[in-house]
């Protein structure tokens, strides 16, 4: 057998050959003094490569537990999700509903100048709503004099009543129809009525859309409550969000960063969300601000006519004392400095979020 | 935390720790690292969370390396000038340089050497190794033996070299 290589000497050594293998080995070892030399200075070599690598360790430290906000598995993010998830799916619903029965009632009225088919239309409903029916009939009178005091206060229903309020105007829409279709006598008065309410759905319909954009806000502009709301800007490096803030930026730990924009809003000289996902679903944004060195009282708007809701002066920060929650993050961040969490989670979730916040190391 | 991961945390994390550290060379960050690896293999639940882990480390060291190159290559330059200027006068100093002497030595190897043999340092075993490297399980030896060598060869020739300078 020809001698034994380096490589098969280390795995030997490192004990990494099969047993057959290492037999062999120890066989021609056993007869040849030359590899028994070479073994026992591969020996010697592995010896102090480890005793040189030994010397490059860290400081023996006691293993430390992991870190609380390491161990989220995905599942209880579920569940902070799970209720503004639950609370969007009821909004999205509701306005489904209210435009499908919408969008019935008014293919209904739209057939109506045909008596026949009229008929045939409250046939349908009748069938599909017998209890309206019976209702309907003895009660048809009382009805149609009580509608105008029903109608009126639902013709610019709040807002929060969109989801419940559908129901009952389509219910009075289909009496409508009912009532139309039992009687040629009351024709014109029953058009007249449908006319009433298409009226009112539409002014329903266009507070509904009115509704619409203030639920979901522009996508540049970010919410800070109370503070007003700060332009989101380009896209940034961490480099740079250093040099903005001049410090490091706040981030949640241990959640992976999407992105940093540069961002503007009055009294900061320089402002910087980070975007984090906590998971696959849910990102949060971390708005760093450093104050501005000028503090400003007031914004004045000169040769304005009207002030305005929207104006300069409503989105300039108030002098207001911070809530108790913004006391302790100024106690334990410098003064000038604000860093706020913000994301689809509960609030107690984001309070948890803003006690991790830790600055990001290069 | 599934019962097997917390196992392999309570196992390996020291090694996780010390493979980080001789990649970044900061006790603290290699800890973090550590501890984000983890959090990701909490996330992933890989099949055989050792050898991820010490993929996912890695490229996380690589990661880190690149983008702390430029802020750090200046003070480095400081730190070693440091250094050189006087003789190690209690233990605390001599284990920095002894530190500073197989860092260099280190430094010195192929990134493939030093790969292997950190990963074989850390307890992995051949299989693991050439899964990791990509090397074939026959080369580990090879590759092994080549960078116990070079290390040591590398590691003396410092050693000669400052006593020469120092006279």
Same mark, same amino acid.
């Given at each position: ?35 028994? !030399? ?145 009687? !040629? ?12 309410? !298409? ?118 920060? !108030? ?44 | ?167």
């Amino acid at each position: 057998m020809s001698h034994v290589d380096d490589g098969t000497l280390h795995a030997y050594l490192d004990g990494e050959l099969s047993l057959p293998e290492a037999q062999s080995i120890e066989a021609h070892v056993a007869q040849c003094p030359a590899c028994r !030399t070479r073994l026992e200075e591969e020996r010697a070599l592995i010896t102090r490569a480890g005793e040189l690598l030994a010397q490059a360790t860290p400081p023996d430290r006691e293993v430390p537990a992991f870190r609380p906000g390491d161990v989220k598995p995905p599942v209880r993010l579920w569940w902070k999700v799970r209720l503004p998830l639950a609370w969007a799916a009821t909004v999205a619903l509701a306005l489904g509903v209210g435009t499908f029965l919408g969008e019935s009632s008014s293919m209904r009225r739209a057939r109506m100048p045909s008596h026949q088919e009229s008929r045939d239309s409250a046939d349908q409903v009748a069938q599909n709503a017998p209890a309206l029916d019976r209702l309907a009939a003895p009660e048809r009178q009382s009805r149609r004099e009580s509608r105008p005091r029903q109608a009126a206060p639902s013709t610019r229903p709040p807002v929060g009543m969109l989801a419940d309020k559908p129901k009952p105007m389509a219910a009075r829409s289909m009496a409508d129809s009912l009532s139309m279709a039992d009687s !040629t006598a009351y024709r014109g008065s029953s058009a007249l009525n449908a006319r009433a309410v !298409t009226s009112a759905e539409a002014e329903r319909r266009v507070a509904a859309k009115a509704a619409a954009p203030t639920a979901v806000p522009r996508p540049e502009m970010v919410s800070l409550g109370d503070r007003g709301y700060a332009l989101k800007g380009a896209q940034i490096g961490a480099d740079s969000a250093r040099l903005l803030l001049g410090r490091d930026p706040l981030v949640v730990p241990d959640a992976p960063i999407r992105a940093m924009y540069r961002a503007r809003m009055i009294g900061y000289s320089g402002m910087v969300i980070v975007e984090q996902a906590l998971d696959s679903s849910t990102v949060i944004e971390v708005i760093n601000g450093r104050a501005s060195p000028v503090q400003l009282e007031a914004v004045v708007v000169s040769g304005a006519g009207v002030p305005r809701a929207d104006s300069l002066a409503a989105a300039a920060p !108030t002098p207001e004392p911070a809530p108790a929650a913004e006391k302790q993050k100024a106690e334990r961040i410098a003064s000038d400095f604000f860093v706020d969490v913000r994301g689809p989670l509960s609030t107690d979730s984001l309070a948890a979020l803003r006690r991790l916040l830790r600055p990001l190391r290069p | 935390m599934p019962g097997d991961l917390a196992e392999t945390y309570r196992t390996t994390y020291r090694a996780l720790v010390r493979f980080l550290y001789r990649k970044v060379w900061d006790a603290e960050r290699a800890e973090d690292l550590a501890q984000e690896a983890f959090a990701r293999a909490v996330v992933h639940k890989p099949e055989n969370a050792r050898g991820w882990l010490f993929i996912v480390a890695a490229n996380m060291a690589r990661d880190e390396a690149r983008r702390a190159a430029r802020e750090r290559r200046h003070l480095t330059l400081l730190t070693a000038e440091a250094q050189e200027s006087g003789p190690p006068i209690d233990d605390a100093l001599h284990a920095e340089h002894e530190r500073a002497q197989v860092r260099a030595a280190l430094d010195q190897l192929t990134p493939r050497d030093r790969e292997v043999l950190l990963l074989w340092d850390s307890g992995l075993s051949y299989d693991e190794i050439a899964a990791h490297t990509g090397l074939a399980r026959g080369a580990v030896g090879t590759t092994l033996a080549r960078a116990r060598r070079r290390l040591v060869e590398a590691h003396e020739a410092g050693e000669k070299g400052e006593h020469v300078a120092r006279g």
